[in-house]
């Protein structure tokens, strides 16, 4: 049997890796620009980490993990999600002692084991970003605009920001009560799932993607009319501060997340173009995650985008990249010119492509083409003995004459 890559696990191939550079280009510059550096943690963790901080009761700690037991007896797990991971390192290497404000980003592959569909997959990949330190809702907003402002930056404007505040400890469970009674009424109409849920997380009911739970869940108690006074307060000076930077957003009170360790601030950059896989970048407040881990009680915001669904959404646009000139030989004579010019060019920064296996000139020229070349130029015993030779512009087919000198052929090149 031919050997294939695991259900839902992705290559990806030369000619999609342009349209990644160019996503996680636009992110780091973002948040390089708002102070945030960059960490790398493993892609696997102790079991543990995952079920206390993102909780026992989710979709992504009862069903979709990666979790085996390594050969000494380990129970391990690839992560599905990054923010765990980092604050476990934050924790671990007290990067808290450092500064009082952390501004973090991360990026990679996450993994969990949901059905393949198109935007979802068992293997994919995350932009995220950490802010911790601050409880201050300007730093929300801030965390808000940068990612707005990735999208804007790659030039996708169709996705909207939604936002919602998830409450905290005090004010949580005077609503999920309220939830509870609401829900108790319409039991029977909820999927398998959410009768389980019901019992374990009664708010994720309100996020269940089966037509039936969302009929079933219209008109539920919202959190935003169950919010204590500082949660409140910390939410319309949120909105206060996205009004202040002109940042378009609505409010939707039906948001929860699929991890527990959300306060306050949540929020979703949603698209009408992906189906029921319509969340393309997610996140929140988690002021008490660092102390759940073992960490000092310190707050924190951030977010993940999911790259497949933005490299989607970005569509046919081209991000290969072209030669910008290919050297064809009317013989194995040439061969040395070429060799030479093709190797002075590479260092002075002049992408360069020639034929390597002496074929025809046709078959030379029609790789030229294929390769989308912006110049070419052909190489006889005359060019040789002359030092000249006609560089062709392939768009238009217009030709100039240049000396067979690396610099020179590098300043006509750059010029056009
Ligand atoms: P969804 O509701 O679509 O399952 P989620 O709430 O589980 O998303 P998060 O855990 O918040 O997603 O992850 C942040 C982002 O990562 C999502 O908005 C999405 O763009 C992306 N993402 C999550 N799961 C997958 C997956 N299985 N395949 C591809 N992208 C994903
Ligand atoms: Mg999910």
């Excluded at 980092?86 to 969990?112: C, N, S, W």
């Excluded at 310190?298 to 072209?322: C, H, K, S, Y």
């Excluded at 020229?365 to 006889?380: E, H, N, P, Y």
């Excluded at 240049?402 to 020179?408: F, G, H, Q």
């Amino acid at each position: 049997m031919a050997l294939t890559a695991i259900k839902g696990f992705n290559d990806i191939l030369p000619e999609e890796s342009g349209r990644w550079h160019y996503i996680e280009q636009a992110a780091r510059s973002i948040f390089e620009l708002n102070g945030f550096s960059e960490i790398r943690v493993p892609v696997m963790e102790k079991t543990e980490l995952f079920c206390r901080s993102i909780g026992d009761a989710t979709d992504i700690v009862e069903k979709e993990m990666y979790t085996f037991v390594d050969k000494g007896e380990n129970s391990v797990t690839l992560r599905p999600e990054g923010t765990a991971g980092v604050m476990r390192a934050f924790i671990e290497h007290k990067l808290y002692a450092q500064d009082p404000v952390t501004k973090l980003f991360y990026l990679g592959p996450m993994f969990r084991y949901e059905r393949p569909q198109k935007g979802r997959y068992r293997q994919f990949h995350q932009i995220g970003a950490e802010i911790t330190g601050v409880c201050d809702p300007l730093s929300d907003t801030q965390v808000l605009n940068m990612l707005v402002s990735f999208f804007h930056e790659i030039g996708l404007d169709e996705p909207s920001l939604q936002i919602n505040s998830l409450g905290c400890p005090e004010c949580r469970p005077a609503y999920r009560s309220a939830l509870c009674l609401f829900l108790e009424e319409r039991l029977e109409s909820l999927c398998e799932d959410c009768k389980r849920r019901f019992g374990t997380n009664p708010l994720r009911t309100l996020d269940c993607k089966v037509p039936g739970c969302v009929e079933a869940t219209k008109g539920a108690p919202s959190m935003l009319e169950h919010l204590c006074g500082d949660c409140n307060l910390h939410f319309d000076s949120v909105r206060h501060y996205l009004d202040l930077s002109t940042t378009p957003y609505s409010i939707n009170p039906r948001m929860v997340r699929g991890l527990d360790y959300y306060t306050r601030t949540t929020f979703e950059v949603v698209t009408g173009l992906l189906g029921s896989q319509s969340a393309v970048a997610a996140g929140g407040r988690y002021d008490g995650l660092i102390s759940q881990l073992g960490g000092p009680a310190i707050p924190g915001i951030g977010f993940a985008i999911g790259l497949e669904r933005v490299a989607l959404l970005l569509g046919q646009r081209d991000f290969t990249t072209v030669p910008d000139l290919f050297i064809a030989t009317m013989g194995t004579g040439e061969r040395d010119t070429a060799f030479r010019l093709m190797d002075g060019l590479l260092k002075s920064g002049v992408r360069v492509e020639l034929d390597y296996e002496c074929k025809s000139l046709k078959s030379q020229m029609r790789r030229a083409d294929k390769l989308k070349a912006r110049f070419s130029v052909v190489i006889g015993e005359n060019e040789v003995k002359s030092g000249k030779a006609s560089f062709k512009r392939m768009s238009d087919g217009s030709v100039t004459e240049v000396a067979l000198i690396v610099d020179e052929i590098a300043r006509t090149l750059k010029l056009q």
